[in-house]
């Protein structure tokens, strides 16, 4: 299983000059793949617009969303958005797609949130014939979401699954329901089966207080999310083994404290 890194670009007051240094040295390694989040209703930084200025100083290490919110965008400006980080990066982005669960950023965007998941699949369509908007045809994409529409737009447009952390256990289910919907269109092999978990090594209560606050719309189960942040590195070890053995092929760790000590730390308990 490959492991990669986030970028802090939705912990707010985090500016542009981290997340470059932030970028760069994540290139370094060990880390595979550096990728973001996305909101829009909060304060943060354009996941588009991060990986650009992170492929400007990287070399090696992937890109990805993880997620985009596709439908807040219409799907030129999806494609030619992804299209541009790929060609700045050389090819190294993974295109990871969801229709989002907060509906503020839908009505921050002015898009009516109604009728979301048929305008996802209406951009992975385009995404997947976007050559005259300058997108690669193999460009890998992956889709999220829990529901069985999410899963089976997974299987007719997509590479792989893009799952939205948890204990292993709940990745282990939902990565079959995944391979239960790729046999169902009768696709070859299995999809990329990607997952994602946050960690805090020092600076704890603060990684905390930033997840309780980025998932306030859950009501009281942003304290649950708050409380699997990984803040050792047994717990990250463990937790990096659990879902390898659970079949995972990449697992993003996403911060939750923007420091640069973070990183390091990080590369360490990989190490």
């Known amino acids: ?15 542009g000059r981290l997340l470059v240094e932030w970028a760069r040295r994540a290139d370094g390694g060990p880390f595979s793949t550096l990728a973001v989040l996305d909101r829009l209703a909060y304060d943060s930084i354009d996941p588009f617009a991060a990986l650009a200025a992170a492929a400007g100083v990287t070399e090696r290490v992937g890109l990805a969303t993880m997620i985009a919110i596709g439908p807040l965008r219409n799907a030129a400006l999806l494609v030619k958005q992804a299209a541009s980080v790929d060609a700045l990066c050389g090819g190294r982005l993974t295109l990871g797609l969801a229709v989002g669960a907060r509906l503020d950023d839908y009505e921050a965007a002015g898009v009516d949130h109604r009728g979301r ?100 719309f859950t009501g009281p189960f942003a304290e649950k999310i708050a ?21 995972c092929d990449e697992l993003i760790l996403f911060p939750t ?8 730390r990080l590369a360490e308990v990989l190490a």
């Open 117 to 216: 998941g048929a305008r996802l699949s209406g951009q992975l369509a385009a995404l997947r014939d976007g050559e005259d908007l300058g997108v690669r045809s193999d460009l890998p994409l992956l889709v999220g979401g829990m529901t069985g529409p999410a899963f089976a737009r997974m299987a007719r447009y997509a590479d792989g699954y893009a799952h939205n952390g948890g204990p292993p256990r709940a990745f282990a289910r939902a990565a079959a329901s995944a391979q239960a919907a790729w046999s169902d269109l009768d696709r070859p092999g299995r999809p990329l089966l990607w997952s994602q978990a946050y960690f805090a090594l020092g600076n704890e209560e603060l990684g905390a207080a930033y997840l309780r606050d980025y998932y306030a």
């Open 1 to 15: 299983m490959d492991v990669g890194i986030g970028l802090p670009n939705t912990i707010p007051g985090t500016d």
């Open 257 to 264: 404290v923007a420091d640069l000590d973070q990183l390091a």
């Open 227 to 247: 409380a699997g942040n990984l803040t050792s590195a047994r717990a990250i070890r463990d937790f990096v083994r659990s879902y390898e053995e659970a079949g």
